[in-house]
């Protein structure tokens, strides 16, 4: 009896991964598709990789969401890491306030934290236009930009914005599990309170500082609505410019460009869990 719910059980959830993967199985064959149709398969090529390597409008947008994703992972894991530390170091009383607050941008919608951004960022530059008029009416020494525009500038500050509670979210259940006593004990055998953290702290919370980098390096990557407010017109990431071939006919390229990242994010992930699994069997073999 307790052998078909099992059986049912891995029915269930390998429809629910068909269900989940199907498509993108889809897009990955259609890549290799000697045709434009996405319905009619007629035969195996290479041809949309070589031309999506040589169309520039793709490159381009593609260089500029990887550079994006990359240096918002990067400060986002520093200073989501740094503020995840800070919080748990806080009273009870305060920080749960506060991570109230940081869970904000992950459950608030992405259409008003974009239209957010966007009214204030105009609202920054205005003021700034007219700060530096009156600084460089002042003096003549140092002349200011009278104008600024968005750009690739304020398209990483979005990012980070939702990139960095990510990495918090993930930081704190490793503080949580860490036994206090080991920054104590540490400062007790010589170790300043920055050396205590670099040699006891950051190994004990390392995993979820990986997985907070990896959750913000794929938000960054897919995201299409907060880019497309805070980009301004002589920027565009992946997504914006797939949206916009989406008002013509779609370019098997983009099945290709999606394929490759679909490889390397998987590739990524799988590298990481191996590690992970590796470093986690090493722990229980040192404790046998």
């Not at 979005?158 to 080991?182: E, G």
């Given at each position: 009896?307790?052998a078909k719910p099992s059986r049912l059980n ?99 919608a992405d259409i008003v934290t974009g239209v ?173």
């Open positions: 009896m307790s891995r029915v269930l959830m390998a429809l629910v991964f068909l269900f989940l993967y199907a498509p993108i199985f889809v897009l990955i064959v259609f890549s290799f598709n000697d045709s434009q149709s996405r319905t009619v398969w007629q035969g195996f090529t290479l041809r949309w990789y070589v031309e999506l390597l040589q169309d520039r409008a793709i490159m381009s947008a593609l260089w500029t969401t990887l550079l994006v994703s990359l240096l918002a992972t990067a400060i986002a894991t520093v200073a989501g890491t740094m503020a995840a530390v800070g919080f748990f170091n806080m009273k009870k009383r305060w920080r749960g306030p506060i991570l109230t607050v940081n869970n904000i941008p992950m459950t608030n957010s951004l966007c009214l204030l960022f105009v609202a920054f530059f205005a003021g700034w236009g007219d700060f530096t008029r009156w600084f460089n009416s002042l003096q003549g020494l140092v002349h200011l930009p009278t104008r600024l525009h968005m750009g690739f500038g304020t398209l990483l500050i979005a990012h980070l914005t939702f990139d960095i509670p990510y990495v918090i979210l993930n930081v704190m259940p490793k503080l949580r599990q860490m036994d206090k006593n080991l920054i104590d004990a540490a400062q007790d055998l010589g170790c300043t309170w920055m050396q205590a953290f670099w040699k006891v702290v950051l190994p004990e919370i390392k995993p979820g500082i990986v997985s907070g980098a990896l959750i913000a390096f794929t938000m960054s990557v897919d995201d299409f609505v907060i880019s497309y407010f805070t980009a301004g017109s002589a920027t565009s990431t992946l997504a914006m410019v797939v949206y916009g071939m989406t008002k013509r006919r779609i370019s098997p390229k983009i099945n290709a460009i999606s394929s490759l990242l679909f490889v390397t994010v998987l590739t990524l992930l799988i590298v990481v869990n191996v590690r992970e699994a590796r470093q986690e069997k090493a722990l229980e073999e040192r404790k046998l």
